[in-house]
């Protein structure tokens, strides 16, 4: 007798998806987001707390936010990750592990040296090696960004963003936390020695883990061959200045002449500037908000602390499951639709007034779906870089999207001084809409039969 088919339950689908967690590859992420995370704990609380003890001025304190300046423009030495090769560490252990190995190994010594200065003998010398710490710890996440992109598989981007950012703020709060318990006991040289020895942590699962399969330079190749060729017509130009300007050529603007080659290249750069753009109009506001409703300032930071950090990273990890099912752009509708909903719930915030299992409500939901879109959006950015530029790419990419956001959410206190607090999020709500729709156009332009090769043109090439 031939056995009756059983109907395929759905649930095994999402409990297929959520085994993406279980992947080695992705796991590791964990541990390298850590090492990730680390420096911007030591760079907050116990850096302050320790300028405090030495009766440095607040606006001296202040002025070491400046130190930050390499996360910004890390995008500028991207192309040196992608393309230079590190004597002896390349060859042992690769381009992605030897350059993570040696920012990992400046970074444990630029700790523990900012931990040896004297802040008030000498606070340009602190700064300097807190200046140092900020440039080893950008060029780790420059690596760190690229080997996450290429050693997982395209169903896997959200999942390795989402445990990346988990392993984050593990390293953030922890690093942060542990310096401040640590100093209460021991003096701050010490603190910061034993801080940095967490970068372990990263080392090892550098260490530990393959290098991913080198990726076909072939298009830098021909590139840096065709402004060596051009050079070699100018013989008034030492060799030596010619060969190192057409590896400039090549490593600089390949990323972007390759980029720019794409179908509908243009399109994606407005989409990346828009899709997050409802979600970074109400994040400026949410503080002004909360407190005009009449909550305290402690009220808030409780209720963002219990509430906020969790639901952002199980926001993240419901993102990498969803995308893992039903891939990366339709993931990324269901995603900002969901963000942009979440922004209504503030209208009710704003007419049950300052109640506080309104507002763990409130936070609860605006995180979780903004832990969603977020793992949904690095997954797709990360899909868009092709191996051969993967650092270079991205570190672009999240440039552009990072003042996108800053430039496009400029204006929304301005809008909030027109308007009541619920018009306001209904706005906000409203300016998600431009990066839906173009979403929505997107889906038809690079059909499933299509991903592989537009979405995330990437591998492919």
Not at 122 to 135: C, E, K, P, S
Not at 342 to 349: A, E
Not at 354 to 371: F, H, K, Q, S, Y
């Amino acid at each position: 007798m031939t056995p009756v088919a059983r109907p395929k339950d759905p649930a095994d689908g999402w409990w297929a998806a959520a085994a993406i967690y279980r992947d080695r590859r992705v796991l590791s992420l964990l541990f390298l987001g850590f090492s990730s995370g680390l420096p911007f704990g030591v760079l907050a609380e116990p850096l302050s707390a320790w300028l405090t003890d030495a009766d440095v001025s607040k606006t001296q304190i202040g002025l070491f936010a400046l130190v930050s300046i390499p996360y910004s423009l890390k995008f500028l030495w991207a192309p040196l990750v992608d393309r230079l090769p590190l004597p002896w560490l390349t060859a042992r252990l690769g381009r992605r592990r030897g350059w993570a190995l040696l920012a990992q190994v400046v970074l444990l010594a630029a700790i523990v040296m900012m931990g040896g200065t004297d802040p008030a003998a000498d606070l340009a010398r602190t700064a300097a090696f807190a200046l140092a710490v900020a440039f080893a710890s950008a060029t780790q996440d420059i690596v760190i960004d690229a080997y996450r992109v290429e050693i997982l598989e395209d169903r896997q981007l959200a999942a390795g963003a989402a445990m990346t950012v988990f392993g984050w703020r593990l390293g953030q709060v922890g690093a942060g936390a542990l310096g401040l318990i640590l100093a209460d006991i021991l003096p701050w040289p010490l603190v910061f020695t034993l801080v940095a020895t967490m970068v372990g942590v990263g080392m090892a699962t550098v260490l530990l883990n393959p290098e991913p399969r080198p990726a076909a330079a072939g298009e830098a190749d021909a590139l840096e061959a065709r402004a060596e060729a051009f050079l070699a017509r100018r013989p008034h130009l030492p060799r030596a200045w010619a060969a190192a300007l057409a590896w400039t050529y090549a490593a600089a603007a390949g990323p972007i002449m390759e980029y720019v080659r794409r179908r509908h290249w243009l399109m994606i750069l407005l989409f990346i500037a828009l899709y997050k753009f409802g979600d970074a109009v109400l994040a400026v506001m949410k503080v002004p908000f909360f407190l005009e409703v009449g909550f305290s300032k402690t009220e808030i930071a409780e209720v963002v602390k219990l509430f906020g950090v969790a639901a952002v990273i199980a926001g993240g990890l419901i993102g990498g499951i969803l995308l893992a099912r039903i891939g990366i752009l339709r993931g990324l509708l269901v995603c900002g639709v969901l963000m942009a909903a979440s922004n209504l719930l503030f209208i009710v915030q704003a007419w049950v007034g300052p109640d506080l299992r309104m507002l763990a409500v409130t936070i609860a939901v605006e995180n979780i779906t903004t832990g969603m879109g977020t793992a949904a959006f690095v997954a797709y950015l990360s899909s868009l870089c092709n191996l051969a530029y993967t650092a270079t790419q991205y570190a672009l990419l999240t440039s552009l999207m990072a003042l996108s956001r800053t430039v496009l959410s400029s204006g929304a206190g301005w809008l909030a001084d027109r308007m009541t607090w619920p018009e306001f999020f209904v706005a906000s709500t409203l300016a998600a809409l431009p990066g839906l729709l173009l979403l929505v156009w997107m889906i038809r332009a690079f059909p499933p039969a299509e991903s592989d090769a537009e979405e995330a043109p990437t591998k492919a090439d």
